[in-house]
């Protein structure tokens, strides 16, 4: 996630997780900077991890899609889903990472 906003439009968003939920916490901007978009509410919620690794794993399924045809040649977004995949299907790497280690 952390690689994730690089030159794209996407919030100053905060995420942490206590193990039981991630909570993601976004701050509205006080005043419009340079981009085109503008984040005007602020937002906070637990979301249960199973219910958050499928939602980001539907984004970035949907993300990927709309790269594929116009730009083939982008291989970052695939390159850091097929690590995620790695991690996650090694259960030590996994529990690390849920860990936050």
Do not use: K
Request: glycine residues 6%; negative net charge; without cysteine.
């Amino acid at each position: 996630m952390a690689s994730i906003g690089g030159g794209f439009a996407w919030p100053a968003i905060e995420l942490s997780s206590d193990g039981a939920f991630v909570q993601l916490q976004l701050q509205a901007e006080a005043a419009p900077d340079v981009a085109a978009i503008r984040y005007l509410r602020d937002i906070a919620t637990d979301v249960p991890p199973g219910d958050f690794e499928a939602a980001v794993d539907a984004f970035a399924d949907a993300v990927q899609g709309r790269l594929a045809a116009p730009t083939p040649e982008y291989n970052t977004l695939l390159e850091l889903r097929a690590e995620l995949a790695d991690e996650r299907a090694d259960q030590v790497v996994a529990l690390l990472m849920r860990r936050g280690r």
